[in-house]
């Protein structure tokens, strides 16, 4: 018999592809999003959703009441670092106080286990690569902050009440469900991803590289691509691994891939010139991001099977070539 599983944020990028992951291997799933940057489209049939805001803490109340939840997953966020650092006690309110009110809803409805996206962003950029879950905390933006605050509420979540958490930090999320039912559809875009293909399908003038005098191969930024497909995976593996208390994994393909290699790609696989404009280095951006995920490996038989660039960049191509306006295409 399948479990029963609510996923908060479901409508949006990482969260609608576990939403699909449960549904198809006949879970029931409830969503609650407040379709701010998600979209209604994103939930596939067979999920339930809830258009609701996280600030709405007797509705929360209520949702949960409505148990019992095999496990709750907590995608919804505001994730924008440029925005946080404008914006910081925005992003704490509604990350940490909507998250930590989550967390104490959870405690009291008795849900035993509760996974947290958290990020890369938690890591400051003078840490050494790949970087494993024993490097410490600094992060560099309240975004950042927000996350490792709400890891911090789970630490003593467990401590002190015993709900068992996931914390899975993801590096880049990308691609797009295999089965072409879903993509990546945010606006503004800020992934590059799907920012290179929309060059190529001419939807934008070009896209920007910053910076070619890193101290990597061919001097453009490295970072670490995961298919959000084996986000979704990975997702599902950690539950039983909760049986035996709460776990922190850091979750990439462990090797990073540079922008120019990212726009060869998508050249490659669109059969279509990417226009490239070169500019100065931001401000912040370290040379190199990649993840050590051996733990999550070795503890839970994870694997990436869409771990190469050319099957990010396929099925993200695909999806966004047959949905040039995302969402909106599929709603006609
Ligand atoms: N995409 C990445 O590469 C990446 C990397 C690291 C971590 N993350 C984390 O993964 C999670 C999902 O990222 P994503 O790229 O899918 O983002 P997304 O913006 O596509 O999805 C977030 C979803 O949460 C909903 N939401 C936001 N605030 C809400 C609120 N107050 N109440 C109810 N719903 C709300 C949005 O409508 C959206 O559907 C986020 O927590 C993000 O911080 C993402």
Known sequence: MGGRYLVTGGAGFVGSHLVAALLDRGDEVVVLDNLSTGHRQAVLP???LVVADLDD????DGVLADGPWNAVFHFA???IVGDSMREPFRYIADNVVT???LIDACVRHRVAKFVLSSTAALFGSTRSTPIDEATPFDPESPYGES????ERALYWADRVHGLRSACLRYFNAAGADPAGRLGEDHTPESHLVPLVIDAALGRRPDIAVFGADYPTLDGTCLRDYVHVAD???AHMRVLPQLDGGSVRYNLGNGRGHSVLEVIAAVERIGGRKVPVRMAARRPGDPAVLVAASGAIRDDTGWQPRLS????IVRTAWHWR???PDGYRTAAG
Not at 57 to 60: H, Y
Not at 147 to 150: D, I
């Open 46 to 48: 067979g999920a339930k």
């Open 77 to 79: 966020a505001l994730s």
């Open 147 to 150: 996350k490792a605050m709400l």
């Open 231 to 233: 986000l979704a995976d």
């Open 57 to 60: 803490a007797a509705l929360i």
């Open 321 to 323: 070539e047959s949905h």
């Open 308 to 311: 190469g660039l050319d099957d």
């Open 99 to 101: 998250g930590v009110r």
